[in-house]
Each structure stands twice: as C-alpha cells, then as structure tokens.
T-cell receptor, first 109, second 113 residues
Framework: GENVEQHPSTLSVQEGDSAVIKCTYSDSASNYFPWYKQELGKGPQLIIDIRSNVGEKKDQRIAVTLNKTAKHFSLHITETQPEDSAVYFCAASYHLSYFGTGTSLTVIP | TAGITQAPTSQILAAGRSMTLRCTQDMRHNAMYWYRQDLGLGLRLIHYSNTAGTTGKGEVPDGYSVSRANTDDFPLTLASAVPSQTSVYFC????????????FGPGTRLTVL
C-alpha cells in the first residue's frame, strides 16, 4: 500500500517568514495530493490540492509543488500570519487517501 | 447546511463494552470514511464506503465494523472496546472516492478505560 512521509513534525517561524512542509509517497499510481489544515478541536479542512498533471499550484499565500518523478510534493506558505498556526496534513490518493503524520506549525507574532 | 455531523462529541467507555459512533452527512456524497487520529501517527483509515450498500477495510480495521444502509449515515461500531482504541475518530465524506476533496466532521474523542 501507499506510504506517505511528512517532515518536519514541528515547525516554528516568525510572523512574515515563509514555511515549507515536505511529503514523499511510495505508490506511483497516486494522482491526487491534497493538503489539509487542522485547527485545535476541529476536523481537517482542505486548503489546497494538486493533481498529477500539474507541477505547481498557487492560491494567494499558499502554493504546492509536485515532482512525480521523485515522488515528493511540498506546501509553501508565504508571509505567515498567527492564524496560520495549526497542524497540516499532506495526503496521497488514488482510490483511497493516505495521510502523512502531520506538521504542527507555530507562527510567532 | 450542516455538512457532516458526528455524535457523541466525546465518550468514556469501559473496556469490553460496545459502542456505536454516529456519522451523518447532508451533502449526498457517495463516499464516506472513518479515520482514527493518534499523536504522531496522523490519520489512519479504518473503514470506507464508496456508495450505499458497500463497505471496505482500510489500514486499521480490526476491532471495528461499519454499515452503509443509506447515503447519509455511516455508523462505526466497536463490538468490545479495548484501551488501544482510545483515540479521536473522524468521519469524512467525498463526492466520490479517490480524486476528490474529503469533508471532515468535528470528531469524537473516545477514551477506553
């Protein structure tokens, strides 16, 4: 089955700096790569996704890149704000979604 | 719209007892999922259903069962709870399996003593 690894497990950045979270996957059949944000006490919520026919996608301060050859994808958050503090999960999906172990991001004001 | 709801919000359960976690969605999504979330392990799939009347096993199905009698409801049953089933349980749904965003419920925090 699919194996998704996510790094780092914790990340602290100063407000206004950039944050990068990286994931690798093992199953070359995976073709959909969503990123979820989970705030304390809530369920995860999709923030951005990328499909295997696209190398990069951007939505305001958030961007995701995908390298299918190397089987890795990354989340980039620019100009971080305190409200970006949360746990972020990557996932790789073909039929089912397999999630990374999460990154706890803290943005220090 | 309510989206996806779960009940109860939290529960303390004695080992050996049975319990059903409830999940209901009003988005008419075909696919539904149950995950457990444990610190350091992320979200792991327990069971899923691609459409009403069908179910499948995920990564960690042992000790759990599900049913999908209709589109909206997807209950998760623990027949005889054990302490290792202490976790936060999330139900999710998507329009179809695989290539779609999943919408998550607020979760059920279960403690088995």
């Amino acid at each position: 089955g699919e194996n998704v690894e996510q790094h780092p497990s914790t990340l602290s950045v100063q407000e206004g700096d950039s944050a990068v979270i990286k994931c690798t996957y093992s199953d070359s059949a995976s073709n959909y790569f969503p990123w979820y944000k989970q705030e304390l006490g809530k369920g995860p919520q999709l923030i951005i996704d990328i499909r295997s026919n696209v190398g990069e996608k951007k939505d305001q301060r958030i961007a995701v890149t995908l390298n299918k050859t190397a089987k890795h994808f990354s989340l980039h958050i620019t100009e971080t704000q305190p409200e970006d503090s949360a746990v972020y999960f990557c996932a790789a999906s073909y039929h089912l979604s397999y999630f990374g172990t999460g990154t706890s991001l803290t943005v220090i004001p | 719209t309510a989206g996806i709801t779960q009940a109860p919000t939290s529960q303390i359960l004695a080992a050996g007892r049975s319990m059903t976690l409830r999940c209901t969605q009003d988005m008419r999504h075909n696919a539904m999922y149950w995950y457990r979330q444990d610190l350091g392990l992320g979200l792991r799939l327990i069971h899923y259903s691609n459409t009403a009347g069908t179910t499948g096993k995920g990564e960690v199905p042992d000790g759990y069962s599900v049913s999908r009698a209709n589109t909206d409801d997807f209950p998760l049953t623990l027949a005889s709870a054990v302490p290792s089933q202490t976790s936060v349980y999330f139900c999710a749904s998507s329009p179809a399996s695989g290539y779609n965003e999943q919408f998550f419920g607020p979760g059920t925090r279960l403690t088995v003593l």
